[in-house]
């Protein structure tokens, strides 16, 4: 999604029978496909594709040795069976940057192991990590294995792409989400590599930052982040308590952490006697880092995502016009967009077929026929 954002021409590939599994996970819906999927794809060329037809297979490879970049999420081994593995395009376009995203990477004993976002939190220790204190595990409110796997393959891609520039080949980029993870979560292991520790879930606290969490106020929980020094004074100041900032419990951030259990509802008590608005004005007077904790209705409302481009509005062939996520790195001079809407499945085969392998209209004719590939669903 966001190669395309940048300006990529990216294509979709799908099977004849159903597409993506992200269509159907819904509701809510619209215009017949799930809002998960249109948030997902938008940018994208979709072709249908029946790799189980050695005509679809062909296709696929010609289209490969055409590509600047493939991309797979299958399991480990999987392309290698269907005849379209790194070996068998490499040899036709060795300029191909090959990147494949799996749950485990390509060696190692689970490197078959099936993976989702779900499982892979679960195996990489972060919902050990997340929840409250002594309540249940806590899934993360957004699918971040997912999501980090996939701007990891787009660093790896980018990167062997440049290595390309200097050599003029390609290369397979191995891409686990496990891996990602691990890296995403360096903080949290440099602090049990270093202690021998194991945490446990701290709710919104941090372990080796305080105050760095979210607390009560008279009508909502607000977040603040006082992590140095400098703002230890200014927030104390704020608060009407400027003596903790002298406080030897409290005067440095290894005693703050160390009191921890003391300090946390001494401000929560302190917070509680004003509403939140009142708080973050005196805190952003101060210089002090806060946030109300907001809702994703509140989020996508916000006079700043807005300024930024955040939420911008595509057509879509079957829903209609529909808001998106927008692109979150403006250039100055290369400037990226959301262009399109998620395609439908087998939008753009004939297209692709055309445009890409330069098919005339009768051999997509009879190719749609033979059931190698198909079109949108009428």
């Not at 379209?84 to 689970?110: E, F, T």
């Amino acid at each position: 999604m966001l190669m395309a954002q940048y300006g990529a021409r990216v294509y979709k590939i799908e099977g004849v029978d159903h597409g993506d599994m992200g269509r159907t996970w819904g509701p809510p819906f619209q215009g017949g496909e799930a809002s998960y999927f249109l948030g997902l794809n938008t940018g994208k060329q979709a072709a249908a594709v029946n790799l189980k037809d050695p005509r679809g297979l062909d296709l696929c490879l010609r289209m490969a040795a055409r590509a600047d970049v493939l991309i797979e999420n299958m399991r480990p081994g999987a392309m290698q069976r269907l005849g379209l593995g790194y070996d068998a395009v490499k040899a036709s376009n060795p300029r191909l940057v090959y990147c494949s995203i799996s749950g485990y990477g390509q060696n190692g004993p689970s490197r078959e192991e099936p993976a989702m976002d779900l499982i892979m939190q679960a195996s990489c220790g972060l919902i050990g990590v997340t929840g409250s204190p002594g309540g249940g595990l806590a899934r993360c409110g957004h699918s971040v294995a997912d999501v980090t796997a996939g701007m990891f393959a787009l660093v790896g891609i980018l990167m062997a792409l440049r290595a390309r520039d200097a050599t003029g080949e390609g290369q397979f980029v191995d891409v686990s989400m496990l891996d990602g993870m691990i890296s995403a979560m360096a903080s949290n292991f440099a602090h049990f590599l270093g202690s021998g520790i194991v945490p446990e879930p701290m709710g919104t606290a941090f372990a080796t930052i305080v105050p760095y969490a979210c607390f009560p106020t008279a009508d909502r929980d607000i977040t603040i982040a006082v992590a140095s020094e400098k703002l230890w004074s200014a927030f104390c100041a704020a608060v009407g308590h400027p003596g903790w900032a002298a406080d030897p419990r409290f005067e440095s951030n290894p005693a703050r952490v160390a009191n921890r259990a003391v300090l946390e509802p001494m401000i929560a008590d302190t917070l509680r006697a004003r509403p939140a608005n009142e708080w973050l004005a005196v805190f952003r007077a101060a210089g002090v880092p806060c946030t109300p904790v907001r809702t994703l209705d509140e989020v996508a409302a916000d006079p700043q995502a807005a300024a930024r481009g955040m939420f911008p509005v595509v057509d879509h062939a079957g829903a209609g016009a529909i808001r998106v996520t927008g692109t979150p790195v403006k250039f100055e001079k290369t400037p990226g967009a959301v262009d399109s809407a998620a395609p439908l499945h087998g939008q753009h085969t004939a297209e692709t077929m055309r445009d890409l392998l330069g098919l005339a209209p009768e051999e997509v004719e009879a190719l749609m026929r033979a059931g190698a590939i198909a079109g949108p669903r009428v």
